[in-house]
């Protein structure tokens, strides 16, 4: 069990080839960027997949466990569980391996960034400023908040600060608070463009969490700045298509081949170019069912549909402007591969599904996954005003009555908005 697990890390390890290596500079007499180290790869933050062994030991554990409880099955996902061996591993490790990514993309905001943490929760904030609201999204011992310049409160509690040097941005700049939490803060302006953004990053470091095992300053330093893109490039080989109150982008050599009602309940699109299959279905969401949305519900019917327990699977809750996806990338280089993100709004479910061989089109896989993730809602403003949670209702249920979760949460957003 330990040997497959092992090599599903290895094999993981395929997204990330060590091209250059992450080269934050800084001026003469200027202090070094806390955390930066020369020897991950610039593209680092491209591998999503972050298990740790603290990971393994628990999926492993959790599969003994659930082999256990099945031996004489009396529910649907127990047999499932009894029959699939291997899945159980599988579906633990794929929920240790989740990232986030950050999507702006409305206004003046034209930005992409990552981090390899869990989302459990989402809200929107109203800024200081007049340039937009502020996101943030809430982990199990991580806060990622992203928006126009903000943190003035550190003024107050710094431990250092700095300037630095990156391709592709300018005016950067890093501040850090060291106590028993660790935060650091960054801002900068991308090169082509007027718009000046704040992120600021709250990382545990605790290494044997397997959700969060690297403190905030090695994070924000050789995850998030090498991650930070414009979106812009999107428009070179993809166009916006609308669907009553969604919006989604196809490649400009992909034709709509048709539009369809499947099993009465499915309404689909579907697209095609050289190497290419793509199919946008929407079904109306049950407000009895558990939401389809979640990344335990979409990590499980993956594995299980698909049952290709050892090929590199990576799994990123996707936030477009405040409001979450999940986004599941099975990539082989020069073989079939896919894509699937699944999202909603208020009435729909949306799911984008792409089939295809890199070797065979004109697309390459990073360009197919930046525009499967990006999507949007007319109605953006209205959906988001919630607390966007990414756990099922028992779990928040738990979080929201925890003494301690919900609290320090909302004390550090009060204190980053400053």
């Known amino acids: 069990m330990l040997r497959k697990s092992i090599i599903m890390m290895a094999l993981a390890t395929a997204f990330t080839m060590h091209v250059s290596a992450v080269q934050i500079e800084v001026p003469k007499?200027?202090?070094?960027?806390?955390?930066?180290?020369?020897?991950?790869?610039?593209?680092?933050?491209?591998?999503?997949?972050?298990?740790?062994?603290?990971?393994?030991?628990e999926a492993e554990e959790f599969s003994v466990k659930v082999q256990k409880s099945v031996?004489?099955?009396?529910?649907?996902?127990?047999?499932?569980?009894?029959?699939?061996?291997?899945?159980?591993?599988?579906?633990?490790?794929?929920?240790?391996?989740?990232?986030?990514?950050?999507?702006?993309?409305?206004?003046?905001?034209n930005i992409r960034l990552s981090v390899p943490n869990i989302s459990l929760r989402g809200d929107t904030v109203e800024s200081k400023s007049s340039d937009g609201p502020l996101f943030v999204v809430r982990g199990?011992?991580?806060i990622l908040m992203v928006g126009p310049p903000h943190g003035k409160e550190f003024s107050k509690r710094m431990h250092n600060e700095g300037v630095y040097t990156y391709p592709?941005?300018?005016?950067?700049?890093?501040?850090?608070?060291?106590?028993k939490t660790h935060v650091m803060y960054t801002e900068f302006t991308p090169k082509s463009t007027n718009t000046t953004y704040g992120i600021t990053y709250l990382g545990g470091g605790d290494v044997n969490d397997p959700y969060q095992d690297k403190f905030a300053e090695v994070v924000m330093s050789n995850y998030i700045i090498p991650s930070i893109e414009p979106l812009s490039g999107l428009d070179n080989y993809s166009h916006v298509k609308h669907w009553d109150n969604f919006s989604y982008r196809i490649p400009k050599k992909a034709k709509l081949v048709s539009e369809a009602?499947?099993?009465?309940?499915?309404?689909?699109?579907?697209?095609?170019?050289?190497?290419?299959?793509?199919?946008?279905?929407?079904?109306?969401i049950d407000p009895n069912v558990v939401d389809k949305s979640l990344a335990k519900k979409q990590i499980f019917a993956f594995l299980n549909k698909y049952g290709d327990l050892e090929a590199p699977t990576q799994y990123a809750t996707v936030?477009?402007?405040?409001?979450?996806?999940?986004?599941?990338?099975?990539?082989?280089?020069?073989?079939?591969?896919?894509?699937?993100?699944?999202?909603?709004?208020?009435?729909?479910?949306?799911?984008?599904?792409i089939d295809y061989d890199e070797s065979k089109s004109s697309?390459?896989?990073?360009?197919?996954?930046d525009m499967v993730e990006y999507v949007d809602f007319d109605n953006v403003e209205s959906l988001r005003k919630a607390p966007q949670w990414r756990i099922s209702d028992s779990h928040k249920k738990k979080l929201d009555a925890d003494p301690i979760f919900n609290p320090w949460y909302m004390e550090w957003i009060k204190i980053l908005t400053q």
């Open 29 to 57: 007499w200027q202090p070094p960027v806390p955390g930066a180290d020369a020897s991950i790869p610039a593209n680092a933050y491209e591998n999503y997949s972050h298990i740790n062994e603290k990971a393994i030991q």
């Open 71 to 109: 031996e004489k099955p009396k529910i649907a996902i127990e047999k499932v569980f009894k029959e699939k061996t291997g899945l159980a591993q599988a579906v633990k490790l794929g929920e240790f391996s989740e990232s986030t990514v950050i999507l702006l993309h409305e206004g003046k905001n």
């Open 140 to 142: 199990f011992t991580s």
């Open 168 to 179: 592709g941005l300018e005016n950067a700049s890093w501040k850090i608070l060291k106590a």
């Open 261 to 284: 009602l499947e099993d009465n309940k499915y309404e689909v699109r579907t697209y095609e170019a050289s190497g290419i299959k793509i199919r946008v279905l929407r079904f109306q």
């Open 319 to 353: 936030w477009n402007n405040g409001l979450p996806g999940f986004l599941v990338d099975r990539y082989k280089s020069n073989g079939e591969s896919y894509l699937r993100h699944f999202t909603k709004d208020s009435e729909y479910y949306y799911s984008y599904r």
């Open 363 to 369: 697309y390459k896989h990073k360009q197919l996954r």
